[in-house]
């Protein structure tokens, strides 16, 4: 029997604001425990909230962005449940009227197909403390920095069949929203993690299995091996006779598995309701006009405008898309060179491979773009050949500051184009090696390489590779 | 159906309140007694009734995301049962 | 000089202006009056004495420089112990919040101070404001000072017996359900619940935060209008804080009811209701018609359902907002327990009282799954039924008249072996914490065996003006506010 694999997403995101969602206090990451509280995300009596603009602005943003109808009146309501890492021991969140219902995305797999995934609805909420485990004793540490950091929480219908689908939506979602410049969504940090609900069922069945609901795992790798655990687990209990049991369980990425989290869990029964200290909200159809209209390219957006205006391929065109910084950096040199094909090629080719041999991320990359269209042109001009311009690549990668023009001027590395001076070199090469021409005439014509490269070495590279072609052919074919 | 008991037990378990079984019956004939009084709002007709959990009808009561100084850790852990220099303590959380 | 204990806060305020007494002597005079009466009287918590002596000494200075021009600055005032003072201990009278002492004040706690008045103490109340006689307090029941085998009433028992008992001068008191009214009618004094929204609740420990709202408890109307325009105000920390303009109540007070129409419910004069108090509160109306009220009957036919209302709301608010504490972050932390689960049961258990964990059980069960619509929902719905109603009365009528509470202050453990009988005794007053109304209790006579009794003034949301103006007018005509305690306490 085959088995279909069900898959939906909670996916939480931090939003990028300065100051939490309902106080002052700072959301920036990484601070001593308990050192960004204040009485109202402390927790403390007798404190109220306050609803911070940008969160809302924020949430709206990303509720257009995965073409969700945005609900013009909402409110906060109470989700109540008793954990150290939540102060109030209700987590302000939307449960009756969140901002935004039925949405749709379309985001494209790693092995390049297109796929829908539908979305029930985003709410806005806060984000809970951090518990520090003692490695000793049976205590834990509660940190309430993160509390009260602002939140919003993607539902999905269960719209995914594998973790390559899993992985293309959430690729789509990290870039989206890094687009938007509303959240750093750094996964290692916490700011955007899934919980992943997973059954399976037989193969043609439109009857959905029970599910298993794996939280807060926050990295792809550990999404994708926990889908493929799980989906695994299911699949092997159901052949062996047995039930999947409905229940939350923990993905111990270390161990490669997850656990039952079968502690005594208390009633689930999180008794939703109003929340009394916030007013509703009404959103404007001029904020909702305003903000659709500020909305920048997004990615997918620019995926399909780099492959029909630039004739990219798909999947370049989705490498340099995948990361704003990376699309800023070719459309602002693209521009000022008039060149995309070539600058691409380029981003593609060397500067990939760079990134990757420093580990260097698109945000930290330090490329002038003015710097960087010189050099395409002082390529395409043929004024460096290529073997010169992989080093000279190699300078504006490392640099800000570098100059193209100057470093080319002063290092003397214009490429030569003097026939003459190529011929006499070559001449040279030819006759110093009275053997290696024997070995060509007598049909191992893998030795002009050979005659290619000394050339070249003696022309310190900088050479017109075609013209040293021609005339070491030329050359060879005479020479008695 | 459940049972009153059950109920009386199940939203303590919710509400961590402990009730030993003295405690337990007397919750179940008072809180009877109230839900009984309360239902008497099962009689009155609120079909088409908005709820209502704001009697004024303001909206949109927010403040500019601008950062303030948190409070000292002192002042925030200064209340605690059980702490450390920089955070409470609790029971482990998980095993 | 009269004693200052007879005083009014505002004569008390002119008498430190004038120079006839500093405010520390006043304080000092507050101190001696607890120390003296409150054993018998059970209406402080906590005593701030060195404190509000030096914080005196300061705002007497500031006084003669001109600096602050309140007519209360320099007056002592207390405070019931859910309002949170920076430095000051506040325990909701509960054994759970332990030593609890806020890192910061709540806004109404700062008004008093930048108004120079001085905070001599915290006031004892019932557990959470949860209950109607005070009772229910972890340090005892507050003890009605015109005779101590009675009620203070509650929540705001505390605050209602210490003006009463001349042991404060007046005070600050909060009300969810007719927690300031109710016991200012028991005890004599007058109470005003404001506006849903008119005060800032920021720092006030929530018990059903869309009904709870902060007001003065004093011995008379003209003190409550002059601390109502302290407290009153728009404040960014409290979203329901409503952001509008008070007048100046104290000016506007003199109105008079003359062309005033005032509505007297039929339903509150039938069954349950005790003959003394009918006849009190119809004479009170009586007077308000001779100073030119239109006083005329109108009609509440949803009197019966505004307890259940209320008592379904308020619990499942005070449900989620009392589950913070958990033996955690503050108060108080079981011994005994093994595991996070137990450490909340036992901490929880051992810290409320009986009525509190009854509420919080009941809420609990109204916002549980497969109860939620049946309760919680359905309650909202009636809410809404309720605060319309009010609505079209007021599009007639200027205010509504009636009593305060069905009878006079019951006997201490009375009411406490009857739930349902205490939750009724809320039955006049929920309603403007459901419609959020301003509401006002004065006194306006005695029983039969001299108990207080009080008459309720409700006017319409933001309706202060007109409601105090009546009251105002009614206590220009009779002297029952100003009757104090008899025998030893006087
Ligand atoms: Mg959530
Ligand atoms: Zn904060």
């Known amino acids: ?480 | 159906m459940r049972t009153a008991k059950e109920i009386v037990e199940y939203v303590a378990e919710l509400s961590r309140i402990k009730l030993d079984e003295d405690e337990t019956e007397k919750m179940i004939k008072e809180l009877g007694e109230v839900i009984e009084y309360m239902d008497i709002l099962q009689g009155l007709d609120t079909e088409g009734v908005e709820p209502m959990s704001h009697v004024f009808p303001i909206t949109n009561v927010m403040r500019e995301d601008e950062v303030t100084p948190s409070f000292e850790r002192e002042d925030i852990l200064r209340n605690a049962p059980e702490r450390t220099d920089e955070t409470l303590v609790v029971p482990k959380t998980i095993e | 000089m009269e004693d200052i204990l007879n005083m009014t806060a505002l004569e008390l305020g002119s008498a430190i202006k004038r120079g006839e007494i500093s405010s520390p002597e006043a304080v000092a005079r507050v101190f001696d009056a607890i120390e003296t009466k409150d054993k018998a009287i059970n209406a402080y918590i906590t005593l701030n004495r060195d404190q509000a002596l030096e914080r005196a000494a300061v705002v007497q200075q500031k006084i003669e420089r001109d600096e602050l021009t309140s007519p209360l600055a320099g007056v002592p005032v207390a405070i019931k112990d859910n309002i949170c003072t920076k430095g000051i201990k506040t325990t909701c009278a509960s054994k759970i919040l332990g030593d609890f002492t806020p890192p910061y004040s709540a806004t109404v706690t700062q008004k008093l101070e930048t108004a120079g008045m001085v905070i001599c103490g915290k006031l004892n109340m019932d557990e959470f404001a949860m209950g109607s006689t005070n009772e229910t307090s972890y340090y005892g029941p507050v003890k009605n000072p015109f005779d101590t085998s009675r009620v203070s009433g509650g929540s705001s028992g505390g605050a209602a017996a210490a003006v009463a008992a001349r042991e404060a001068v007046c005070a600050l008191g909060s009300d969810t359900g007719g927690s300031i009214r109710q016991p200012a009618s028991y005890c004599g004094v007058t109470g005003l619940k404001p506006t849903y929204g008119a005060v800032s609740r920021y720092g006030l420990i929530a018990y059903a935060s869309s009904l709870d709202q902060i007001g003065p408890v004093a011995r008379d109307v003209a003190d409550c209008a002059a601390i109502l325009g302290i407290i009153c105000g728009h404040d960014p920390a409290d979203s329901t804080s409503l952001d509008i303009s008070h007048p100046d109540y104290t000016a506007v007070l003199d109105g008079g009811v003359r062309g005033m129409k005032i509505g007297l419910p039929r339903e509150c004069f039938e069954a349950g209701l005790d003959s003394d108090v009918a006849d009190r509160v119809r004479a009170a109306a009586d007077t308000l018609r001779g100073a030119g009220a239109v006083v005329e009957e109108v009609s509440l036919p949803l009197l019966d359902y505004v307890v259940p209302t209320y008592c379904i709301i308020a619990s499942a608010e005070a449900s989620s907002n009392l589950s913070c504490f958990d033996g955690i972050k503050y108060g108080m932390r079981s011994r005994n327990y093994d595991g996070l689960t137990d450490l909340y049961n036992a901490t929880r258990s051992e810290g409320f009282g009986d009525e509190v964990k009854k509420r919080i059980l009941l809420g609990t069960f109204v916002l549980s799954s497969g109860y939620y619509d049946a309760y919680y929902r359905r309650a909202l719905q009636v809410k809404a039924l309720i605060k319309n109603h009010f609505d079209a009365i007021f599009e007639k009528y200027d205010l509504i008249v009636c009593p305060t509470s069905p009878t006079t202050a019951p006997r201490l453990g009375e009411s406490l072996s009857d739930p349902l009988k205490m939750y009724l005794s809320d039955i006049f007053t929920a309603s403007a914490n459901i419609a959020g109304l301003p509401g006002l209790s004065v006194p306006c006579g005695f029983d039969r065996v001299g108990l207080p009794v009080g008459m309720q003034i409700i006017g319409q949301r933001l309706g202060e003006v007109k409601v105090l103006s009546a009251g105002y007018a009614y206590q220009q005509l009779t002297s029952y506010h100003k009757t104090a305690p008899g025998g030893d306490l006087r």
């Open chain 1, 1 to 480: 029997m085959t088995w279909e694999t069900v898959i939906g997403l909670e996916v939480h995101v931090e939003l990028a604001t300065k100051s939490k969602i309902f106080c002052g206090c700072s959301t920036e990451f990484g601070g001593a425990p308990n050192t960004h509280c204040c009485p109202v995300c402390a927790g403390m009596p007798g404190t109220l909230p306050v609803l911070n603009k940008k969160v809302l602005e924020y949430a709206l943003v990303a509720g257009i962005a995965l073409g969700c109808k945005i609900n013009r009146y909402n409110k906060f309501d109470r989700k109540n449940y008793f954990y150290p890492d939540l102060p109030k021991a209700y987590q302000i969140s939307q449960l009756y009227l969140p901002f935004a219902r039925d949405g749709r995305v379309e985001y494209v797999t790693r092995s390049g197909q297109k796929k829908v995934a539908r979305i029930r609805e985003i709410h806005m909420e806060e984000d809970a403390g951090k518990l520090i485990h003692s490695p000793y004793g049976d205590v834990s540490y509660p940190d309430f920095n993160r509390c009260g950091v602002p939140l919003i929480e993607i539902v999905s219908e269960p719209d995914f069949r594998d973790s390559e689908e899993v992985l293309g939506y959430l690729m789509w979602l990290k870039s989206t929203f890094e687009y938007l410049g509303i959240s750093d969504v750094r996964m290692e940090e916490g700011s955007m993690r899934a919980d992943i609900n997973l059954s399976v069922r037989p193969g043609g069945s439109d009857r959905f299995g029970v599910r298993t609901e794996m939280k807060n795992i926050n990295s792809f790798k550990a999404i994708e091996r926990a889908i493929i655990d799980e989906s695994k687990r299911q699949i092997e209990l159901l052949e062996a006779g047995g039930r999947v049991i409905q229940e939350t369980r923990k993905w111990d990425d270390n161990k490669g598995r997850s656990f039952s989290m079968r502690t005594k869990e208390n009633a689930q029964d999180y008794r939703y309701f109003p929340e009394p200290n916030i007013p509703p909200i009404l959103i404007s159809e001029e904020l909702l006009r305003t903000l659709a209209e500020r909305q920048p390219e997004l990615a997918h957006e620019k995926r399909e405008r780099y492959i029909r205006e630039y004739g990219l391929s798909d999947y370049d065109a989705g490498l340099l898309t995948e990361k704003k910084a990376l699309a800023e950096l070719f459309e602002r040199t693209a521009d000022l060179c008039s060149d995309p094909k070539e600058t691409a090629n380029w981003m593609l080719g060397d500067m990939m491979y760079l990134m990757n041999r420093d580990s260097v991320t698109a945000e930290e990359l330090n490329i002038d773009p003015a710097q960087f269209a010189d050099f395409v042109i002082a390529v395409r001009n043929g004024i460096i050949n290529r073997t010169v311009a992989k080093s000279v690549f190699e300078k504006i990668f490392a640099s800000h500051d570098f100059n193209v023009a100057k470093y080319i001027e002063e290092n003397n590395l214009r490429q030569i184009d003097d026939a003459g001076r190529i011929r006499r070199i070559a001449s040279e090469v030819i006759a110093e090696n009275p053997k290696t021409v024997a070995q060509y005439k007598s049909g191992k014509t893998k030795v002009f390489a050979f005659f290619i490269g000394q050339t070249m070495r003696r022309l310190q590279g900088k050479a017109n590779p075609s013209l040293v072609n021609e005339i070491v052919t030329e050359l060879l074919n005479h020479a008695d």
